[in-house]
């Protein structure tokens, strides 16, 4: 989950379209791991007898929340971050300095 959240970190870190290609790629090859292993210890550690009820609210519950992402990150994105991250907004002279200002910028903040 670390090196997935590195990944996800770089997507966002400079308008560069080749870290946003390796960031993809490696965020895209950890998932599977990330999840084949959670899905392996789930099936181990819980009972048989509720395992098929345990792993359904489980997945419910991690799937409930993908709309509410959705929802909210757009409106975030454009209304919260990208205006902090303009030239003259509150964070450019802080955290602006490491992923850059400017349009497009609220988006990167959101990755990171």
């Keep these: 989950m670390a090196v997935a959240g590195l990944f996800i970190a770089l997507l966002g870190s400079r308008p560069s379209l080749l870290l946003m290609e390796v960031g993809g790629f490696g965020l895209m090859f950890v998932i599977p791991i990330i999840n084949g292993s959670s899905q392996a210890i789930w099936q181990n550690k819980v009972a048989p007898d509720v395992r098929s009820r345990v792993i359904a609210v489980r997945r419910m519950i991690a799937w409930s929340m993908m709309p509410l992402a959705y929802i909210l990150a757009g409106p975030l994105a454009d209304k919260v ?11 450019a002279n802080s955290l602006g300095t490491l992923i850059g200002v400017g349009p497009g910028r609220g988006t990167g903040l959101l990755f990171t």
């Design 81 to 91: 971050f990208e205006p902090l991250l303009m030239a003259d907004g509150a964070l």
